[in-house]
Nanobody, 127 residues
């Protein structure tokens, strides 16, 4: 499984960015895809997760709910993280991850649930 994250960059507070995670290497029908972030000097933090199959059930961290939305395009094997109303505290390296599982999406909050990780993309929000 290969995961390629992209879309990071420098944006002013209040702005928007859309991150993409292109997945390849297998069929992802029974996978859960997640986004995490890690700010300098801090631990990796869960952002959002989505099931690949069915209707794409989603789960977001409270800290980003209402500002960030996870989605996926099955035909393109790509997961997105739409980030709006960005704040300086959103500055971090954002990672996409994949987990082979079919449990309820809320159970995929811990990073140890994920088997595969992308390389990360840096998001910097200036004040």
């Amino acid at each position: 499984v290969q995961l390629q994250a992209s879309g990071g960059g420098l944006v002013q507070a209040g702005g928007s960015l859309r991150l993409s995670c292109a997945a390849s290497g297998r069929t992802f029908s029974s996978y859960v895809m997640g986004w995490f972030r890690q700010a300098p000097g801090k631990e990796r933090e869960f952002v959002a997760a989505i099931t690949w199959s069915g209707g794409g059930s989603t789960y977001c961290a409270d800290s980003v709910k209402g500002r960030m939305t996870i989605s996926r395009d099955v035909a393109k094997n790509t997961v997105y993280l739409q980030m709006n109303s960005l704040k300086p505290e959103d500055t971090a390296v954002y990672y996409c991850a994949a987990s082979s599982g079919t449990r309820p999406v809320r159970q995929y909050r811990p990073s140890h649930e994920y088997d595969h990780w992308g390389q990360g993309t840096l998001v910097t929000v200036s004040s």
